[in-house]
């Protein structure tokens, strides 16, 4: 049965990735780091809710993925604030993490093969 909490977790990566992808198309640096933390605030939450979901479960190769995406995705929007430029260090480093997320999500066998397969190639770019 789906709780409020597993909406809430599917709706963050959707808000996730449209705040996201405005900050990017925006020219105003103000604007787009706001579309950006409001970005990082919904895949925290969702990656920190998944987390719990597939720890309780006893899925503990998927949940350590969530757990480091969301530690990759608080590095990012802790440097959002410093400004485009500044903020390359701990893109990377969140990038970096982002992609360790993909494997580990990926060798848990809680998903489809098709999906784990289509996440191998990503953890790769």
């Not at 780091?33 to 809710?49: F, K, N, R, Y």
């Not at 970096?96 to 993909?102: Q, R």
């Amino acid at each position: 049965m789906r709780t409020t909490l597993d909406t809430v977790a599917a709706i963050g990566p959707a808000i996730g990735g449209a705040f996201g992808l405005a900050g990017t198309f925006v020219a105003s640096a103000p604007l787009r780091e706001t579309l950006w933390a409001i970005d990082g605030a919904a895949l925290v939450v969702a990656a920190a809710l998944l987390t719990m979901k597939y720890q309780r479960l006893g899925n503990d190769c998927a949940a350590a993925g969530f757990l480091t995406f969301l530690a990759g995705e608080s590095l990012i929007i802790s440097g959002n604030a410093a400004g485009l430029e500044a903020s390359v260090p701990s893109y990377v480093g969140g990038i970096s993490l982002w992609a360790a997320a993909l494997v580990l999500i990926g060798a848990s066998s809680t998903f489809a093969l098709w999906m784990r397969l289509t996440g191998a190639p990503s953890c790769l770019s």
